[in-house]
């Protein structure tokens, strides 16, 4: 399980890089609260900004070539591994 525990409280493409290109094997699980931010996520949430960045650090062809280079597939939460 991976967290973000910068100042900012949010993804960058540094410290994401990192731990793409150095994930254990086997299953992992990066936490991330991508959005947009709209005046109904500013209603119930204050973590907005955050939101906004991850939302297009997450969606970037920057980061899916990363991810292809380094042989990590993409899943789902309600996807169960044996």
């Known amino acids: 399980f991976f967290g973000n525990l910068s100042p900012e409280g949010f993804w960058r493409e540094e410290p994401l890089v ?39 650090l997450f969606r970037s062809r920057f980061l899916r070539k990363l991810l292809e280079a380094n042989s990590i597939i993409l899943s789902h939460f309600g996807v169960c591994y044996t």
């Open 18 to 56: 990192t731990i793409l290109k150095n994930f254990p094997e086997g299953i992992s699980e990066i936490m991330c609260h991508p959005g947009r931010n709209d005046s109904a996520l500013a209603k119930i949430s204050s973590f907005t900004t955050g939101r906004e960045v991850e939302y297009g």
